[in-house]
């Protein structure tokens, strides 16, 4: 199209034979709700200012001096100007009829208008904002395709049916909106693909992205490339807002494949992937939010709850796994990230990677918590979950769950937590407090009976592992791995430096009539315990006390707080504790008001406790004692031998008591009687003897001799000189 008019299209646009149709305004494109399509071929709109050929011909709407209008060549290319135009479609809304909770496929009408191409054909819209206002696009089997920029190149492969859409890195998006219940659809045998690419993409009231697989045949996916993903809103009558696939074949399902910047579900709305028959899987669901991914809340119209969900129905295959990355996760007020089994096959599993998980809030028209959960509800086994974050965060009724409800067993559950993991039970307005379990549980009795299922699991809980460097459970939340069936409990593993307990917090495995699991706590500091805290290993009936193994080098338990591996008809557990201070607990026949370790039961035979201390030197702080006992009179000093004039005096005895009987007296001195001589090689001190001194003699007259000179004559006479003193010993005579 040329000229400066919008193109409004409101009738029916028809091509002969299998040719492609491609339509091209600058200034934009309106499909009325009248619009259809009748071509053989694949159908692009767009909003370009032209179309690049393989030959390099250009196929300009602006350039009106083209030599050629006709080429033999194919297009590689589209070329988007800086004020290109938006497209719109317009109709009536989808009318897919959504039974309740899923549990049956999705109905469709064959006879609903729109824009529809014959199967295994390309639907490819391009321009500078998409709205699909209650419009509707299907290509059965086929592509549809939804890029929304304001400039830019898009390359463009036509060799295939299904053709290919390459978008640059460094485009500049544009918003894409789907309202009042639009739909894009590309079911069939086998379902074909559907990629959106955009800035803002809104999918509101009611609206659907929709593949519905059949066959055998690997069918296509569901890719959405935005900055920003957000679902919510629902309409009257409707369902809320969804991104489906569902299959109906006896292979894999349509994956879905969102990457975004931020993902925002809301208001009922959700990603699912379902799978109803038996040999089917379901297709796998990835999501990669640079920022943060937000589910909250549920349906005002139906309380049907927010979320990324991939259930496995009666009669259906294994369902498709549940892949998470992002940097805030966000679940609140009732939102869920789920795989659920239905049926005989097993469930998918969940992996999420994020440097903050927060759930906290309920559903209060469901009672439902918000959750991330693995459920089966009849003989499939339930899927693994893995989770690796900075910090895990419950709150207010958040839930970390793997179950069973029938014979199927709980599947696992693993979080890795680098800082911190806080399950705090508090505000919790109506029955779930927050948790994390891996157990065989019961549900609400009416959603049992309308499943058939019975009030009592028999089913295997699952096994629970926690590794992080902070752990605290309070107000009555709680990390189990329980049973309340017939089956056994399972295995939970926690380890932490610092491990708080208060308010009622509990770690616990238990089963009603199976064997009770174990539980292992490593604790690298402190395990600390208060107001009424627990962590225990019970059975009831006639299962056995579970065992609880506990190393930690410090463990305090106050007000009230046990530590208990208790049964009723079984035989009591065993509890092992390895520690360097036990302060608080104390070991008791029975549960007390105070704070208790027991393994008793009620009718059978009590278990065992077995408390170790170790890490402590009974040596540590004392001195080595010489193996000779030391004689004190050589400690002693001996005064000086006497002389004519001279004397030694030496006074007291150095602390040393004249009798072993004697007191020591506080004014004496204290004196080390150890010998040292092991620890020091000092060489014996020999005595000096001073050298005597000449003294000079007085001289009395003086003469000449022969030689002339003069000489100084003394008398002879005696002169007494004492001897110097010494502390030299010596023997007298």
Sequence with gaps: MTGSSISHIDGLIQANGSANLFLLNPNGIIFGSNARLNIGGSFLGTTADSINFSDGFIFSTTDTTTPSLLTMSVPIGLQMGQNSGSIQVQGQGH???????????????????????????????????????AGVLIAESGHIELGSMTAGTVHLNTNTPIWKFDYHSGQILSDIYLTRAALIDTSGNPGGSIHLQGKDIHIQNSSSVFIQHQGQQRPGSIKINADLLAMSGALPQKNPSFILSENLGSGYGANIDVSARQLIVQDGGGILSTTYTNGGKGGDITVTAAESIQIIGFSPINFRASGINSPSFPGGGKGGNISIATRDLIVKEGGTITSLVEGGGSGGNIHMTADIISLFGENPGSGGASAIATSTFFGGDGGVITINTRQLILRASGVISASTSDTGNAGDLTIYASESVEVDGSNSVLRDHSRITASGQRFRPRYLQNRGLSAFPSGNGGNLTIISPTIKVSNEGYIAAENIGSGNGGYLQIQTDSLLLEQQGQIRTAAASGQGGSLGLIVGDILLMRHNSLISARAGNNGNGGNITVISPLIVGLENSDIIANAVAGNGGKIQITTQGLLGLEFRDGETSESDITASSQFGVSGTVQINNVGVDPNSGLVELPENVTDPSQQIATGCSNTNSSSFVATGRGGVPQNPTQEVRSDRTWSDTRDISAFQNTPQIQAQTPIQPQIPIQATSWHRNTQGKIELIADKSSVNLQSSLTCTAFHKG
Excluded: C, E, S
């Excluded at 109905?107 to 199967?119: E, N």
């Design 95 to 133: 009318n897919l009829l959504h039974p309740t909770n899923f549990l049956a496929p999705v109905t469709r009408d064959p006879q609903l208008g729109g824009l529809r191409l014959f199967p295994g054909k390309t639907l490819a819209l391009l321009g500078n904002g998409i709205q699909l206002d």
